[in-house]
């Protein structure tokens, strides 16, 4: 088995290192893979220092899999060649999430219709993960009609160079807009503005919920809107997830659905406190719901609270998810 991890000196390509290690990934030879100005600087992995080796070279050292956390033009211009060179991509971009003949896969949901046909695969944006992780089997059972979503994002998710800024404002230095990530402060700030707006007032960012929890969920009928929200937390994104189903349901069975759900731990003991935080789920990789209660406003309106660290299922740990499901499926070996 040979790896590549491309964008491995990224923030996300460190923790696919950790990722891959922690869950036993059988590596026979890992190339890591950055840009030319980080081209033969070491990268310990498994107890071995690795060169950081350029595009070309990965490609013609011919690995199986290719995991790309490295943005989309990178994502536009590369994964084409690495994949007509006869390596899986497996994207963390958003370059490909919507192209009709990719797969946007959470691997709990539908990685069982991947084949060998599907040289690149595009991981969801971290967000929409979790979300879809946990109304998959809701939607199954009940049908959704309607998401009202809003987002707490990590500061994490923006990259190096926010957490640069938000670390920066925490030991006392001044907002600097010539290097700072974001157009305001983060530090005890919140900034209701993911990634770019668009011409509908909404950010990129919340247009991708909308548009890849319809192609994940395979149901262009469901009525989405959603508000994302930057937060000086370090540790995962958090959301508040208003559904309104097609059809009734019993509180107690949805929390029974939850409950087995593979990757989703329930926290909604209330009595007790005990609901999902962001501070909790930093270095795990499933998904955590809690503050599960009837919407007493709408018909069929349930109210959910869910947490998970982006850096991890929202993005390495998915995208290691679906190399082992090629791996075991023998789809690549």
């Known amino acids: 088995m040979k ?30 893979v950055a840009s030319a100005r980080s081209v033969g600087k070491m990268i310990p992995f498994q107890g071995k220092e690795n060169p950081v080796v350029s595009m070309t070279d990965a490609i013609n050292m011919a690995p199986d899999i290719a995991i790309f956390s490295a943005g989309g033009n990178t994502s536009l211009e590369w994964a084409p060649k690495f994949a ?50 946990t109304l998959a089997p809701l939607h199954k059972a009940f049908g959704i009609e309607r998401l009202v979503i809003s987002t707490y994002q990590s500061y994490t998710g923006t ?17 600097n807009p010539e290097t700072a990530a974001y157009n305001h402060p983060i530090f005890e700030n919140c900034i209701p503005h993911c990634d770019v707006f668009l011409e509908n007032g909404y950010t990129k960012e919340e247009m991708k919920l909308v ?29 508040a997830v208003n559904v309104q189903f097609k059809k009734n349901y019993d509180l107690q069975e949805v929390i029974k659905i939850l409950s087995e759900t593979e990757g989703i731990v329930v926290q909604n003991n209330v009595a007790k406190n005990e609901y999902p935080m962001p501070l909790y789920a930093k270095n795990k990789d499933e998904v955590f719901v809690g503050r599960i209660r009837r919407d007493e ?18 993005a390495a740990t998915n995208a290691v998810q679906i190399a082992e499901y090629l791996v075991k499926n023998k789809i690549v070996s």
């Open 3 to 32: 790896l590549a991890v491309v964008g491995v000196t990224g923030l996300v390509g460190g923790v696919m290192m950790k990722v891959l290690s922690e869950r036993g990934f059988h590596i026979d030879e890992f190339i890591p």
């Open 84 to 133: 007509a060179a006869g390596t899986i991509v497996i994207d963390n971009s958003s370059a490909w999430r919507m192209d009709p003949d990719k797969s946007l896969c959470v691997p709990e949901i539908n990685a069982k219709d991947l084949t060998a046909n599907n040289k690149i695969i595009a991981n969801p944006n971290c967000s929409t993960i979790q979300m879809v992780a």
């Open 159 to 175: 990259g190096i160079n926010a957490v640069r800024q938000y670390q920066s404002e925490k030991d006392g230095n001044a907002y």
């Open 211 to 239: 548009h890849e929890t319809r192609k994940i969920l395979g149901d262009d009928s469901i009525k989405i809107t959603a508000t994302a929200v930057r937060v000086p937390v370090d540790g995962g994104h958090s959301e």
């Open 297 to 314: 406003s709408v018909k069929n309106g349930l109210n959910l609270w869910i947490v998970s660290d982006n850096l991890r299922k929202g």
